[in-house]
């Protein structure tokens, strides 16, 4: 299953924009060496599933207005749909739905930008999302394994791109929050503290960065991550000879790692499979992304100290 969720704060009238591709791309994953810090290698087999919208029709282009879409596998075979239908479209081994839902993300954002801005855990309230109640555009497209041509473990982005001739990338997203949370804070970055650094992160390919920028985004990492290990006032996550942060190589791996033949649980899934690696076990879920509440720092912590008893920095 992939979603993409776009436009905070949508309206009911309001629809996906016909200028635009919403791409989701996979590729498959082999397993690394074991104690690396990116302990993933991706495979350049690469399948694509584009989504495209015509302008709304009628109604005046209100909550009422009409919009198609259609999704094209990577066989490119085509699959049509109606916005806020749900009944969606299906064929080819896939299933289409789009339209308006209830914002899944679980996020206290006004806390988190507190704690960036003072220095100090500022989350006070469990139970406080700041999205409750609000609405994105959803594009749910659920695949069929055999579309995979055999693969298993996945690597997974959503990106939108301009509509053309000529494609651009306007924004991509693997994991949550890697740029707002880990990307944005400029004020510990000693070596590009001036540098709004997301737009250039971007436009990169997530399976493969360019090598301009990629020491701005290790510094980038590397005292972000800092911050946040640091913040309960000891240091889980030491830096190595070099400066490092030991999860920056696998954060600037940014994409949902998913393996197709496990199953998914509710409150556990998410990034157990790069969990799983990093403490030297097999993984047992099918990872990606859910919409539970994060257990990060916990469970990093006891990855991290697995890692220590095997011997690994």
Same mark, same amino acid.
């Given at each position: 299953?992939?979603?993409?969720?776009?436009? %905070?704060? !949508?309206? %009911?009238?309001?629809?996906?924009?016909?200028?635009?591709?919403?791409?989701?791309?996979?590729? +498959?994953?082999?397993?690394?060496?074991?104690?690396? %810090?990116?302990?993933? #290698?991706?495979? +350049?087999?690469?399948?694509?599933?584009?989504?495209?919208?015509?302008?709304?029709? &009628? !109604?005046?282009?209100?909550?009422?207005?009409?919009?198609? /879409?259609?999704?094209?596998?990577?066989?490119?075979?085509?699959? *049509?749909?109606?916005?806020?239908?749900?009944?969606? /479209?299906? =064929?080819?081994?896939?299933?289409?739905?789009?339209?308006?839902?209830?914002? %899944?993300?679980?996020?206290?954002?006004?806390? !988190?930008?507190?704690?960036?801005?003072?220095?100090?855990?500022?989350?006070?309230?469990? *139970?406080?999302?700041?999205?409750? =109640?609000?609405?994105?555009?959803? @594009?749910?497209?659920?695949?069929? *394994?055999?579309?995979?041509?055999?693969?298993?473990?996945? /690597?997974?982005?959503?990106?939108?791109?301009?509509?053309?001739?000529?494609?651009?990338?306007?924004?991509?997203? &693997?994991?949550?929050?890697?740029?707002?949370?880990?990307?944005?804070?400029?004020?510990?970055?000693?070596?590009?503290?001036?540098?709004?650094?997301?737009?250039?992160?971007?436009?990169?390919?997530?399976?493969?960065?360019?090598?301009?920028?990629?020491?701005?985004?290790? #510094?980038?990492?590397?005292?972000?991550?800092?911050?946040?290990? =640091? @913040? $309960? =006032?000891?240091? $889980?996550?030491?830096?190595?000879?070099?400066?490092?942060?030991?999860?920056?190589?696998?954060?600037?791996?940014?994409?949902?790692?998913?393996?197709?033949?496990?199953?998914?649980?509710?409150?556990?899934?998410?990034?157990?499979?790069?969990?799983?690696?990093?403490? &030297?076990?097999?993984?047992?879920?099918?990872? &990606?992304?859910?919409?539970?509440?994060?257990?990060?720092?916990?469970?990093?912590?006891?990855?991290?100290?697995?890692?220590?008893?095997?011997?690994?920095?």
């Amino acid at each position: 299953m992939l979603v993409l969720n776009t436009l %905070p704060f !949508a309206q %009911p009238s309001d629809r996906l924009s016909d200028g635009l591709v919403y791409r989701f791309r996979l590729r +498959p994953l082999t397993g690394g060496t074991p104690g690396d %810090p990116m302990p993933f #290698a991706v495979r +350049p087999e690469e399948f694509v599933f584009d989504c495209v919208f015509s302008p709304p029709a &009628g !109604a005046n282009r209100g909550q009422d207005a009409e919009q198609e /879409g259609t999704c094209i596998t990577p066989a490119g075979e085509t699959v *049509s749909f109606r916005v806020n239908d749900e009944r969606g /479209g299906s =064929g080819h081994g896939v299933r289409v739905f789009a339209g308006p839902r209830w914002d %899944p993300f679980i996020m206290d954002a006004r806390a !988190a930008l507190k704690t960036i801005a003072t220095g100090k855990l500022a989350f006070t309230d469990p *139970s406080s999302i700041f999205l409750d =109640g609000k609405n994105v555009l959803s @594009l749910v497209v659920e695949v069929d *394994s055999e579309l995979l041509n055999g693969a298993e473990l996945v /690597g997974v982005v959503a990106e939108t791109l301009t509509r053309g001739r000529f494609n651009v990338r306007i924004e991509r997203v &693997g994991r949550p929050e890697v740029k707002n949370m880990m990307l944005a804070p400029k004020q510990f970055d000693q070596v590009n503290r001036d540098l709004e650094i997301r737009d250039l992160y971007n436009v990169e390919d997530a399976f493969h960065l360019g090598q301009t920028y990629q020491g701005a985004y290790r #510094a980038r990492l590397n005292a972000n991550l800092a911050f946040w290990d =640091g @913040l $309960d =006032g000891r240091t $889980d996550w030491a830096m190595d000879g070099n400066g490092d942060h030991p999860l920056t190589r696998l954060v600037l791996a940014d994409f949902l790692v998913v393996d197709v033949t496990k199953p998914y649980i509710e409150k556990g899934s998410f990034l157990e499979i790069e969990l799983a690696a990093l403490g &030297g076990r097999a993984h047992e879920t099918c990872g &990606g992304a859910d919409t539970q509440r994060r257990r990060d720092r916990h469970d990093l912590h006891a990855a991290r100290q697995r890692r220590k008893r095997a011997g690994h920095p």
